[in-house]
């Protein structure tokens, strides 16, 4: 740009200005001059001169947004080249002298413009949505009252506090659908109402929040925003936000029912989908990428301890001979804490005893993670047919 604008120069142009010019760009760096330039007719314009580098979201300078303010009419009357002598440079001088004044006026106006939507580091670290704008498109748009910005201090806390739940639903959803635990304490009953409305909420807030479009643009119509919701996360995130643990708190629900709506909660863990499309900008910073994949390691140990105990619950007790199999994981564990399977045949007619919960999921999470690691130190084995073949599955997640 600056090689192109040197026809612009001439015999009066300030040499240490065009200088400041040329170490402006070559710096990288946010100046602004008043310049004394020449059109093709070299008919002379004062012009005042904005030059402000754009970055990317690596900080890379990738373009230079300048701003040409003509100001020919706050100056002096130029002479025309006919015109001799030191007349010429007092006219420019006091031209210079006169200006200082519309100089303080210009550029702090054109400062304070260009700062109020500047974001800190820490803000862009904080974002959570992927599709954050670029500084030289972070201008805050016209939007109606009722429409929320979505890279808004209110929006990024929100977002934080829905991933975090996310993260939380992720975790007990399976422990609860393969342990069957029927949500009878109040407590964790009321919880889990609590996760099912702040997830209502958050439906309600995407229907009025807005998104960047494919051309890099906010849309802020509610017409465009609410379709644009409804054809993506909407069905997944009603599906989540259904009060599955009430319904099962109720005594009289059918087992059989009441399985389908446990089951019915896995459906929360694609929400997964959002938090993974969210974070996908934080793969630049090297601390976030280690804690990234501990989590998800982490993650994927606690599911597959969870189905691992299913397996072994399934098979530990044959349901059309009602014999206990010797074999199995849980039957093995069951007498190495001393909490045998016992038959309760003046009772219930059923097996009862075995390893508490703790115990059996702690024993679980700790088989998976010796599994992916390729530890195995062999003290818990499979042994059945189902066990093997989990465990074969387990081994080859392991070494991808």
């Given amino acids: 740009l600056q090689s192109k604008s040197d026809f612009m120069y001439g015999e009066l142009t300030d040499k240490d200005t065009t200088e400041k010019v040329r170490l402006t760009f070559e710096n990288y760096e946010m100046n602004s001059f008043e310049i004394l330039m020449y059109k093709k007719n070299r008919t002379p314009v004062w012009f005042f001169v904005k030059i402000a580098p754009i970055r990317n979201e690596q900080e890379k300078v990738v373009l230079f947004l300048c701003t040409f303010s003509d100001i020919t009419a706050f100056k ?33 106006t054109v400062q304070k413009g260009e700062n109020v939507h500047k974001h800190s580091r ?17 201008e805050t748009p016209k939007t109606p009252p009722h429409i929320i910005l979505h890279y808004c201090l209110f929006k990024t806390t929100w977002d934080w506090v829905i991933l975090i739940l996310t993260f939380y639903t992720a975790i007990m959803v399976p422990y609860n659908v393969s342990f069957k635990t029927k949500q009878n304490n109040v407590t964790w009953l009321v919880v889990d109402s609590i996760v099912d409305v702040i997830f209502l909420v958050d439906i309600v807030l995407n229907f009025h929040t807005t998104f960047v479009g494919p051309a890099g643009e906010v849309i802020s119509d509610p017409k465009l925003i609410r379709m644009n919701y409804l054809k993506t996360w909407f069905v997944i995130d009603l599906l989540s936000c259904l009060p599955y643990d009430v319904i099962n708190a109720f005594e009289n629900v059918d087992e059989g029912i009441s399985s389908l709506f446990s089951s019915l909660k896995v ?35 606690h599911w597959l301890a969870c189905i691992w105990y299913s397996i072994g619950d399934y098979e530990v007790i044959d349901e059309e001979t009602n014999i206990v199999r010797e074999d199995s994981w849980l039957y093995i564990l069951a007498e190495t804490v001393g909490t045998p399977y016992r038959f309760n045949a003046s009772g219930s007619g059923k ?50």
């Fill in 122 to 138: 820490l803000a862009e670290v904080l974002q959570l949505g992927s599709d954050i704008l670029p500084q030289y498109k972070q």
């Fill in 351 to 400: 097996w009862e005893g075995g390893p508490n919960k703790d115990s059996v999921y702690i024993t679980s999470l700790y088989f998976t993670m010796t599994s992916l690691t390729s530890i195995g130190f062999g003290n818990i084995a499979p042994t059945t047919d189902g066990e093997k073949i989990f465990a074969v599955a387990m081994m080859m997640i392991g070494c991808e």
């Fill in 267 to 301: 459906v929360r863990l694609l929400r997964l989908g959002r938090v993974a499309r969210k974070l996908d900008h934080y793969i630049e910073y090297g601390a976030a990428v280690l804690v990234l994949l501990v989590c998800v390691f982490g993650l994927a140990a």
């Fill in 76 to 108: 002096q009357p130029i002479e025309d080249d006919s015109s001799k002598g030191w007349g010429k440079f007092a006219r420019l001088t006091r031209a210079l002298t006169s200006s200082r004044g519309v100089l303080q006026q210009l550029q702090p």
